[in-house]
């Protein structure tokens, strides 16, 4: 019998797939508890229709990635800290702070948790910053860290 998951069911499958079980597990097991529906005509239609609408807006999300990384590719943002003795941050630079520098300075809003540091910034200069913006899609900047003299 062939049956379309309403939620995740281990060992089985994940929630809209259609999976094929035997008669009395969908019956007495599946059914009763809402974990899946027989799969009709119109539920097959409308699971086909929901892959299709997913496949179309993971398409813009990556097209729309693609075009934010390059626009960041390669580029230099500035963010403005204030440093002691000897180019020493007072606390650190963080990916909120290189966001911040990078909406204001590109018009990009990119969410801080994509940015990747490789080492902490903790001093005036130049450092590389990776952004995984969607899987596949990553684009490389620098971060130029200068004194705000403040």
Not at 38 to 50: D, K, L, T, V
Not at 108 to 123: H, Q, S, T, W, Y
Not at 125 to 133: E, P
């Amino acid at each position: 019998m062939k049956v379309v998951l309403l939620k995740d069911v281990p060992n089985l499958g994940r929630r809209g797939e259609v999976v094929n079980v035997a008669e009395g597990y969908a019956r007495n097991y599946l059914l009763p508890r809402r974990l899946a529906e027989p799969a009709s005509e119109g539920r097959m239609q409308e699971i086909a229709h929901n892959i299709d609408l997913k496949a179309k807006k993971e398409e813009r999300a990556a097209a729309q990635a693609r075009a934010v990384a390059a626009r960041l590719t390669g580029r230099a943002v500035k963010v403005a800290v204030r440093a002691g003795e000897g180019g020493k941050l007072f606390g650190s630079v963080q990916t909120k702070d290189i966001a911040a520098a990078v909406a204001s300075q590109l018009g990009l809003k990119v969410d801080r948790k994509k940015f990747e540091i490789k080492e902490p910034v903790r001093a005036l200069g130049r450092y590389t910053v990776l952004a995984r913006l969607h899987p596949g899609v990553q684009a490389e900047f620098t971060v130029e860290v200068v004194n705000s003299g403040a």
